[in-house]
């Protein structure tokens, strides 16, 4: 193996063999299918299943995979074919991934190329090629900071309708940091267990806020009969109620170029804020203010509506035999690992010093191209064509991105 490569391999070895390792079992896992990519072969291991986390933490410190997975899903024969496995229930799970989010950022850190034809690009990647509509990508990512931030806001978003919306308390959902530029959220509770693929899209259109009925053009016009203010008529709770909590905090600080910049150029809502919020928000009188129309209205609500919808991998939640990684394994782009921590600590929960695995020791490595960083905190870089000593923990995320080789 190349020397850049096992560097990071022996790292990884180090970490599962380490008997101070956490490595929290998954609930009942016996009843799940395992899987893991291996790190010389490339290849993905799959239909395993361990009786608990002691034959797992066996396999780990044997073959030291360089990602770990497990299935959402619980299973009477986890380790049988697909179509044999026998289906018990799944856990919810929720993926919030700075690969789907625009951020100011990406276009500097990001670059895809089509494996197909070749077409490059910065930034978002595409779900498919612009040039041949073919679905597979060489990415080079970064796990930026900034963009972690706004997978971590989205990830809010979606715990707060999940607490006073959907009703779980806080301690029930399992928030994770997933190792590389995003969150998992499990929810294993028995009431979702059974749910199927249909309504698990139904949990996901409420959350990204789909087909919102308020905001539905063709059917506020069929309702044209009654009177537009009647149409336009918000109830206090679900996504009503955060329209309307949005429209009032929006309101609040809006300048004239703020709602300029959402297409509203109406002189009348910006000069009454306050009635506006008192007698249209609060007491539903939309159309109390001369010169300020529903459809007035409809265009905040509908720019609310972008705000606070929760930006989620819909894929992963409906599909009810997802793999997803294995709490406390380490990611093979990063070196980080996948850690769980209190829902509550979302804010102030840090990666690059609660995801480290590798706390010791120091790197000699010969850096291409890296932005400022920081990591166990210290903040490193930016580095170009260059060779330095770094923590550990730093050399291994640049070797895994494709950004350093080990220097000798
Ligand atoms: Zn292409
Ligand atoms: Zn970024």
């Avoid at 969150?183 to 059974?194: G, L, M, Q, T």
């Avoid at 972008?306 to 939640?317: C, F, K, M, P, R």
Wanted: aromatic share 10%.
């Amino acid at each position: 193996m190349e020397a850049s490569r096992d560097f990071v391999y022996q790292r990884f070895c180090e970490y599962y063999r380490d008997p101070a390792t956490v490595i929290p079992s998954p609930f009942s896992p016996g009843q799940r299918e395992f899987a893991y990519l291996l790190f010389k072969e490339r290849f993905m291991v799959r239909h395993k299943r361990f009786e608990g986390i002691r034959p797992l933490r066996s396999m780990l410190s044997e073959t030291v995979p360089s990602d770990v997975y497990h299935s959402c899903a619980y299973y009477e024969n986890p380790d049988f074919d697909m179509d044999k496995k026998g289906w018990l229930g799944a856990d919810l799970v929720f993926d919030i991934d700075a690969d789907h989010i625009p951020t100011k950022c990406d276009k500097i850190h990001d670059e895809f190329t089509c494996a197909k034809c070749g077409f490059s690009g910065k930034g978002l990647i595409p779900e498919v090629c612009p040039a041949c509509e073919a679905t597979k990508f060489e990415t080079k990512t970064w796990p930026c900071e900034l963009c972690i931030n706004s997978a971590r806001d989205e990830t809010a978003k979606l715990l707060d309708m999940l607490e006073n919306d959907f009703g779980f308390s806080l301690d029930e959902l399992h928030v994770f940091f997933s190792g590389h530029r995003g969150y998992h959220v499990h929810v294993e509770d028995e009431a979702i267990r059974s749910l199927d693929a249909m309504a698990r899209k139904e949990i996901v259109d409420y959350v990204t806020g789909l087909g919102l009925a308020i905001l539905d053009k063709d059917a506020f016009e069929k309702r044209k009969k009654k009177s537009a203010a009647k149409r336009f008529n918000l109830h206090n709770f679900g996504w009503n109620k955060r329209l309307k909590l949005g429209m009032q905090n929006f309101l609040v600080n809006a300048t004239k170029e703020d709602l300029k910049n959402i297409g509203i150029k109406n002189k009348a809502l910006l000069n009454n804020k306050e009635t506006a919020i008192k007698r249209c928000i609060t007491d539903g009188r939309w159309e109390s203010i001369n010169g300020v129309s529903i459809q007035t209205w409809l265009k905040l609500a509908e720019y609310i509506h972008e705000l606070q919808s929760a930006n989620i991998d819909t894929v992963v939640t409906t599909d009810v035999h997802r793999l997803i990684r294995m709490n406390g394994t380490l990611h093979g782009k990063t070196g980080l690992k996948k850690v769980e921590f209190p829902a509550k600590n979302l804010q102030d929960f840090d990666p690059f010093t609660g995801a480290v695995a590798f706390k010791k020791g120091a790197a000699k490595v010969l850096v291409s191209d890296a932005p400022e960083f920081k990591m166990g905190g210290e903040t490193l870089g930016p580095f170009k064509n260059q060779t330095v000593e770094l923590p550990v923990a730093a050399a291994v995320m640049l070797i895994c991105k494709g950004r350093a080789k080990v220097s000798t």
